[in-house]
């Protein structure tokens, strides 16, 4: 089992910059691959970034590729998205999973998800 927590969300103006945690329990954390997604209004929840268990593998939504960068520290059970450059097409609440094998951009091949947490990107 692992729980996940989001956390850094908020209300920032088109440029401005936000890092988003996700804290999980749980002594299995570091052999998970964990992933970002976000999910606005009206829309299906789509992927953003992933990396893999070791850190050493990351792959990005082209939409924010050069502005988000995902890290992990699996001494402290945690997962990063530093979200640089933002834009309003930004604005989603945005989720962390965790995906017991290969690290995926299909929201099935994670099994634990966070709560979500708002980030709202105003122009």
């Known amino acids: 089992q692992v729980q996940l927590v989001e956390s850094g969300g908020g209300l920032v103006q088109a440029g401005g910059s936000l890092r988003l945690s996700c804290a999980a329990s749980g002594r299995t954390f570091s052999s998970y691959a964990m992933g970002w997604f976000r999910q606005a209004p009206g829309k299906e929840r789509e992927f953003v970034a992933y990396?893999?268990?070791?850190?050493?593998?990351?792959y990005y939504a082209d939409s924010v590729k050069g502005r988000f960068t995902i890290s992990r520290d699996n001494a402290k059970n945690t997962v990063y998205l530093q979200m640089n450059s933002l834009k309003p097409e930004d604005t989603a609440v945005y989720f962390c999973g965790a995906a017991p094998n290969l690290p995926s951009y299909y929201p099935n091949a994670y099994d634990y998800w966070g709560q979500g947490t708002q980030v709202t990107v105003s122009s």
């Open positions: 990396i893999s268990w070791s850190g050493g593998n990351t």
